[in-house]
């Protein structure tokens, strides 16, 4: 078995979920310092592991998360280059491709004394629940101008030049409690208030890079009370900050429009999430992989994102960044799966953009 491959299993077998990655976290940086990496795990979670460069080259920093969406523990089987799952949990190749690849990058550079630059390994906390990690942590603590974010499904060789930016939005109607049986022209329904604002808003996929939510909603106490309050809460995404902002709109002008139309009242609060990013194909980071993959004949192309990751922060925090594929698929399903040649083809693409930087 391969040493990869091993460490790979090692790693998703360790409990993992967001909040409560303390432990996995303590097993990389453990591993890291035992590699010989000046490694410090921050007060917030978050895990710096440096390489000291052996040559003349720009510093380099890798990124990855240590935490998981919830799952049972994770129980996989091997089926020739896949690793799959027994179907009643998550694999957790998302990010444990990427922290199994990143601890194997280090071996495989010390071994074969491959020429580099300061190499940056940072291990971000909380990312699946809201980039937690990523907002936390300042970058001026990294010598990298640029951070490649190990942590997208697909085949080696894919790179994510762009990604959304969101709102989130949280919708509180308020109306007026009356008896339901005995005197209901005396209330005013939050939730018909409501029922009528979601049922107005442009929802689901709105154009090729715009998309809504409406994801939670509450309200009402007893079947014989007209409620007088009701909450929804959504989200908005778009990778044009403009569009985003119009879609924002519509959302409130229909919870406006709707509340007004029954003589309720709409309180709205809306929360900047995430920015987006956004290459044009000829920025010279986006050359610069090109050209590397080309080198040892890997495939290379790039994808726009629907979601968020930690390349939206650093790239908000000034650092350029963008995120490339750790060659499994599926992510958060029981049908989650890992290439194990994907995998390695990540390594030498990783091992060649070191010496190319
Ligand atoms: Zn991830």
């Known amino acids: 078995m391969s040493r990869l491959l091993e460490e790979f299993l090692a790693q998703i077998q360790m409990p993992s979920v967001s909040g409560q990655e303390g432990e996995f976290a303590g097993y990389l940086h453990r591993t890291f310092t035992d590699l010989g990496l000046e490694t410090e795990l921050d007060s917030d979670g978050n895990m710096l592991a440096v390489l000291k460069g052996n040559s003349q080259r720009e510093p380099l920093c890798f990124a990855a998360h240590s935490d998981t969406v919830p799952t049972a523990p994770v129980r996989y089987r091997l089926e020739g280059d896949w690793i799959r799952t027994q179907g009643d949990s998550i694999l957790s190749a998302d990010d444990k491709a990427a922290t199994s690849i990143l601890v194997e990058l280090v071996h495989a550079l010390q071994e074969d004394r491959i020429p580099h630059g ?153 929360k900047a999430d995430y920015a987006g990013y956004a290459l044009p194909p000829n920025d010279p980071l986006l050359v610069w992989l090109r050209a590397a993959a080309l080198e040892i004949g890997l495939t290379f192309f790039t994808l726009d994102a629907g979601g968020a990751s930690d390349a939206n922060v650093f790239n908000l925090k000034g650092r350029k960044s963008v995120v490339l594929n750790c060659g499994y698929n599926n992510p958060h399903t029981f049908q989650e799966e890992a290439s194990l040649p994907e995998m390695l083809r990540l390594l030498d693409y990783l091992k060649i953009l070191i010496q190319r930087s």
Do not use: W
Request: aromatic residues 4%; charged residues 25%.
């Open 118 to 270: 300061d190499l940056e390994i940072l291990i971000t906390c909380q990312e699946e629940v809201g980039l937690f990690g990523a907002k936390r942590f300042d970058p001026n603590r990294l010598r990298s101008q640029k951070i490649l974010v190990l942590d997208h499904n697909g085949p080696a060789g894919g790179v994510i030049k762009s990604a959304p930016y969101a709102n989130r939005l949280q919708f509180e109607f308020h109306g007026k409690a009356a008896h339901a049986g005995g005197e209901p022209e005396r209330g005013i329904s939050a939730i018909q208030a409501m029922s009528f604002a979601i049922a107005r808003m442009p929802l689901g996929r709105i154009d090729e890079e715009t998309t809504a939510n409406i994801g939670i909603v509450s309200g009402g106490n007893a079947t014989n009370i007209v409620p007088d309050f009701a909450l929804a809460q959504g989200e908005a995404r778009s990778r044009s900050q403009e569009k985003l902002e119009r879609q924002t709109e519509a959302m409130l002008q229909a919870a406006k429009g709707a509340s007004e139309s029954l003589g309720a009242n709409v309180k709205v609060d809306v």
